[in-house]
């Protein structure tokens, strides 16, 4: 064989190279094909070049996927990019795992062709259920807003109140001001900006932590539904425009049947993507401003209702639409209401008794600080005992026989009140309880909780005094309960 032919032979053997493909998963869920692309070596003198693998991408672990970088990418931009295909709650947290999937690089910055492993992938969209629990059940919660909830110090304050002795989150799905934290198609909203991007991995991580979600909803006081649709407003008899409050354009007309089926649609959104309890706040009339201008639909469709009628028949049907899916419906109502007096009733329409036939709970906004100049007491804020023990006695005596428990907001904030603290906390629970209250919640608008933190460990270890200590079961223990006893 002459130097010609073996030449020719090592060339073909050298050209017999496999050159493997990887599949690597886009961020859109498609796949798409990267292959090891062969460089020129050199070989012995006179030989030809054989080619060999210059790139080799590490493979992904089971439930990762494989990502390339692009020019101009970074952690940040790659986490938003996954962030829903993935088990974790925030862009920040999946960006944490991705650091610690790559071997802990400290880059921020990509270069271009840069193989990059994404952990927590999901098989498929997260499917949550509701955890059923009596109406009696003893909750002890803290309230979040929904930008809070959906952050990475809202994860924070969720565990730690849970570390505490918590065992529910209050997290807004519409606060007053209309806004609507979470994905929900109806014509009314249009398009919005969602906190919560996947509110049923939300519920299944407050779920995974033993606790119980309550979806707030402001329900009539909703300022980007009246600027967005201001013929569903409460109108002027003045100038038959939408109407102010103290030069506020906020409220919806409570007795639109449009503005009750909006809420009550998103309701039930958010008790089909797992909520336990539904909880309508501002499920009222507006209580301030020139009442006497003010004009509302049901004024010319039922010239014989009042306020109250409207409210009642406006929860008779939530209840009715809500009360099938399992979950807990929960209202909250002027402190002052427990007193029935009938400037009160006139303006809100919260009829107490009647409220409470179409309710599982009742949490009367009892913050003691908000009772000013009432029963002669100079600083009200200053006397928990007091307000909270006579509101609680007047709300049991009121509902007497209608089966709704009563689950207090206490004051969670320093807001008129020189005696805030971790003994101001714990005077309002222990009140609460020894009259007749099931479990409480805590108000501070700014999420601020230091105090009730500081109060929990210490009720908690006074077993059976500040409160039973009921718990959550188990999303495992709720499976079996749903599934029944074992046959035989």
């Known amino acids: ?192 900006h969602s906190s919560f991007h ?78 336990d309890e539904i909880q309508f706040d501002y499920v009222r009339f507006p209580a301030e401003g020139d009442q006497k201008d003010a004009s509302f639909y049901f004024q010319t469709e039922h010239p014989e209702w009042h306020r109250s009628d409207v409210i009642a028949d406006f929860l008779k049907h939530a209840y009715a639409e809500l009360h099938p899916t399992g979950v807990l419906l929960s209202l909250d109502v002027f402190g002052i209401m427990a007193w029935q007096r009938p400037v009160d009733l006139a303006h809100t329409g919260q009829d107490i008794v009647r409220m409470a036939k179409y309710c599982d709970v009742l949490s009367p906004m009892i913050y003691p600080s908000h009772f000013f100049g009432m029963d002669g007491i100079a600083h009200p804020g200053d006397a928990p005992e007091h307000f909270i023990g006579e509101s609680m006695v007047r709300f049991e005596k009121i509902t007497e026989g209608s089966g709704v428990v009563i689950r207090p907001w206490l004051q969670a904030f320093r807001w008129r009140t020189k005696s805030y603290s971790p003994k101001y906390i714990e005077a309002q629970v222990i009140t609460a309880k020894n009259k007749g209250g099931i479990g409480f919640l805590f108000w501070n608008a700014a999420n601020d909780y230091s105090k009730p933190y500081a109060a929990m460990p210490e009720m908690k270890a006074t077993k059976g005094q500040y409160f039973r200590g009921d718990e959550l079961q188990t999303p495992a223990q709720a499976e079996l309960k749903e599934a029944g006893p074992a046959p035989r």
């Open 1 to 192: 064989m002459g130097p010609a032919s073996l030449a020719s032979i090592l060339f073909i053997s050298f050209s017999l190279v496999v050159i493997e493909i990887a599949t690597i998963p886009s961020a859109s869920g498609q796949t798409g094909h990267a292959k090891l692309l062969p460089t020129s070596k050199p070989s012995t003198p006179g030989m030809p070049k054989a080619p060999e693998p210059s790139l080799v991408l590490p493979v992904a672990p089971p439930g990762s996927a494989l990502y390339v970088a692009k020019r101009g990418d970074s952690i940040p931009l790659v986490a938003r990019r996954y962030l829903s295909q993935t088990s974790y709650l925030t862009s920040s947290e999946l960006g944490e795992a991705i650091h610690k999937a790559n071997d802990d690089f400290h880059s921020t910055f990509l270069k271009l062709g840069q193989p990059v492993i994404i952990p927590g992938l999901l098989p498929a969209p997260i499917v949550e259920k509701s955890i059923p629990v009596e109406r009696d059940f003893e909750v002890r919660a803290v309230y979040l807003t929904g930008i809070m909830a959906a952050s990475d110090h809202g994860i924070r304050i969720i565990r730690h109140w849970r570390e505490v002795g918590g065992n529910a989150v209050v997290f807004d799905i519409k606060d007053s001001d209309g806004s609507v934290t979470i994905p929900f198609d109806h014509p009314l909203l249009g398009s919005h």
């Open 198 to 275: 996947d509110l049923p991995k939300f519920l299944r991580f407050l779920h995974s932590q033993n606790m119980h979600a309550i979806a707030r909803i402001a329900i009539f006081r909703d300022q980007r539904l009246v600027e967005t649709h201001p013929e569903l407003a409460v109108k002027s008899h003045k100038t038959g425009q939408a109407w102010r409050e103290n030069g506020k354009l906020v409220w919806t007309d409570p007795s639109q049947p449009k503005v009750q089926e909006y809420d009550i649609a998103l309701a039930k959104k958010a008790a089909e993507a797992g909520a």
